[in-house]
């Protein structure tokens, strides 16, 4: 193996890895009852994240009308983007993170309704802008094929962790560049496809949206990787997103909880006691609410939006397949 990409293993780096490990485990087990409604609110959790970063303007809710088949008021592109993208990760667990064919097809998937050339590496020269300034002018276009060959060989053969491999895998393919557009978001479902690799857990939590979170931080490690010429600083802030991405699970998901499980909810006001039902089923209806606290419909309505616009509830996904969350 002659190609290595530079990168220093930082104590940084030693603790995240510690910390990441430690944090599947917990996750892990819990996550083995989840719920096909908390896994596909993940999946919409990244779509959604990840076409944000690159600036679509649709929401959860959106993104979740489109994937259940539902009309939704958008440009063709930004529909079009959606649409690549759930093709896309839907495929995750058939695509081979080593496989240079794959990575192709990925981006065919994604950017199919988007591009007229997806799925085929650039042929001309491309630089990253922020605003009028260039700030990163991406290697020439003859190039690509040996550079993304290189990367993946070495992905492939490294000793690294698979956690360092797969962030020095995302910033040096943001850096080659090598599509004429999507390469931030393919990127981004590339590691989370190579984490999956190393642990199937990965395949579905929302990596991608807790880096939309931190998007200008995002942008801005990219830059200083590029001005040192060394991936560490990106692969210290992809290890702390992962983390963060666990963590979320573990604290926000009552994973384990059976749904329907009793909960003790006497002498509890409406909007006390729809946190308590929402917390012990995520996925309960207006009408289970209605008839466990004894209330009519529309005043667990008006609690509800009450909640809602406290931010204490929200909804994620649509009416018939989403669920609750509790903040």
Not at 25 to 47: E, H, M, Y
Not at 270 to 295: C, F, Y
């Amino acid at each position: 193996m002659t190609y290595q990409p530079p990168f220093t293993i930082t104590t940084k780096i030693i603790d995240f890895i510690s910390a990441v490990s430690e944090q599947v485990g917990f996750v892990q087990r819990d996550f083995l009852d989840a719920s096909p409604q908390l896994r596909k609110a993940n999946r919409i959790k990244t779509i959604t994240g990840t076409l944000q970063i690159e600036g679509s303007t649709l929401s959860e809710e959106q993104v979740s009308a489109v994937l259940d088949g539902k009309p939704v008021l958008a440009s063709v592109r930004e529909l079009a983007e959606v649409k690549g993208a759930i093709a896309a990760y839907d495929r995750l667990n058939e695509l081979n993170p080593y496989q240079l064919d794959d990575l192709l097809e990925a981006h065919r998937l994604m950017m199919g309704d988007v591009l007229k050339k997806a799925g085929a590496f650039r042929s001309k020269p491309v630089g990253v802008y922020k605003g009028k300034e260039v700030v990163h002018v991406a290697p020439p276009a003859h190039k690509i094929s040996g550079l993304i060959a290189e990367l993946l060989a070495w992905t492939k053969q490294s000793d690294a962790h698979p956690l360092i491999v797969s962030s020095v895998f995302h910033y040096e393919f943001e850096f080659i560049h090598p599509f004429i557009d999507g390469n931030g978001r393919t990127g981004r479902l590339w590691q989370t496809l190579m984490l999956a690799e190393w642990n199937p857990l990965f395949a579905d939590m929302s990596l991608e949206s807790v880096i939309k979170t931190h998007q200008q931080d995002y942008y801005q490690v990219l830059g200083s990787a590029d001005s040192a010429a060394d991936s560490t600083v990106f692969i210290e802030f992809m290890l702390k997103a992962i983390l963060q991405t666990l963590e979320n699970v573990s604290v926000n998901a009552p994973l384990s909880i059976t749904p329907n499980a009793p909960v003790n909810i006497e002498g509890m006001k409406t909007p006390d006691a729809i946190i308590a039902l929402v917390q012990a089923d995520a996925s309960i209806t207006r009408q289970q609410m209605a008839e466990k606290i004894g209330k009519d419909i529309r005043t667990i309505g008006r609690a509800i939006k009450k909640l809602q616009d406290e931010g204490k509830l929200q909804r994620i996904g649509s009416d018939k397949s989403g669920h609750w969350e509790a903040l």
